[in-house]
């Protein structure tokens, strides 16, 4: 790939990192996003939704393949990240308005509905689409982060995982999550994503880009604006079971979340399966990129026939 300096003038896409896929911005409403496109223009759509502290990257192994099965790949760095706009205001990234990106997106590329796919924070998101458009979803499937009622209710009952979210309150500081970031030009962060995941999960061209990214003006101010944004606001979903088919797909390992949380999420759906992988850690779709995509594809084809 290209050097970080070259990386740094136009942002990380396709075309520097050697993939196949368009870059361009969409007007999706109040912001506009950075998307990456692969697959026939005809093909079904799956959007993949890229959580913390990733970008549209975080799929890089997934849009090839899923463009070679016939996919039209929707790839959007979400609000505040990489290459998108980065509203000031914590407010501006309530789910309501994160879940409204999406929307916009579909409406934007002329889509009625996808395929939802989601990691980390991006799960959160499709969860949170599903729960309040299933029309607009073909399937939702969400890797390592639990539904929200689940999730909340956790976090009231479960010391276990009360622990495991302590970064969450971290956060809630002002300015100093984001000086600390800096600090060693992103060391912290680099290491935290090393010690989280399987040995050589992530390799340093992986790191070069994230550190591209995350060095973007205003971007990590943003980034961190997501949890400061849920924790003001406390939102709650209109309801909570989830009509469409859902996946669950979770790394047993995961050190941000305990493995009861997969369990207690596929309680509120109506249509789901849940897959646990024993080996895998948060990171999921990058230690078992190849069990991933088979997983994600197999729900399409089932929830199309």
């Known amino acids: 790939m290209s050097s970080l300096d070259t990386v740094h003038d136009g942002g990380v896409t396709p075309d520097v990192v050697g993939m196949r896929g368009e870059s361009q911005f969409v007007d999706v409403g109040d912001v506009e996003l950075h998307v990456v496109t692969a697959g026939p223009e005809d093909g079904e759509p799956v959007v993949l939704l890229h959580g ?50 999406v929307l916009g997106l579909l ?31 073909r399937t939702l499937s969400a890797l390592n982060v639990p539904h929200p009622t689940a999730f909340r209710r956790a976090l009231k009952n479960d010391w276990e995982q009360r622990f495991k979210s302590w970064y969450v309150l971290f956060f809630q500081l002002p300015k100093v999550p984001e000086a600390l970031a800096k600090v060693g030009g992103y060391r912290t962060l680099c290491d935290l994503m090393r010690r989280s995941s399987q040995p050589g999960t992530f390799s340093e061209a992986d790191f070069d880009c994230y550190r591209a990214a995350w060095s973007q003006p205003d971007a990590y101010r943003s980034m961190v604006n997501w949890y400061r944004a849920i924790v003001r606001s406390n939102p709650r979903p209109k309801t909570e079971r989830v009509e469409v088919p859902t996946l669950v797909l979770w790394g047993a390992k995961d050190a941000f979340l305990t493995r009861s949380l997969a369990l207690q999420s596929v309680e509120y ?5 849940l897959v646990v992988l024993d080996d895998a850690t948060h990171w999921i779709q990058h230690e078992e990129p190849v069990r991933v995509r088979q997983e994600l594809t197999d729900h399409f084809r089932m929830c199309e026939n």
């Open 269 to 273: 759906c109506e249509d789901s399966h």
């Open 107 to 137: 409406d934007a590329l002329d889509v009625p509905d996808a395929h939802l796919v989601g990691h980390d924070w991006g799960a959160f998101v499709a969860w949170w689409v599903g729960l309040h458009t299933p029309e607009r979803v």
């Open 52 to 101: 913390f502290p990733e970008f549209w990257y975080g799929w890089h192994e997934c849009i090839g393949p899923l463009a070679d099965e016939g996919y039209r790949v929707v790839v959007p760095d979400q609000r505040g990240y990489h290459l998108s706009d980065k509203p000031e205001a914590v407010a501006a990234y309530h789910p309501d308005e994160l879940a409204g990106d």
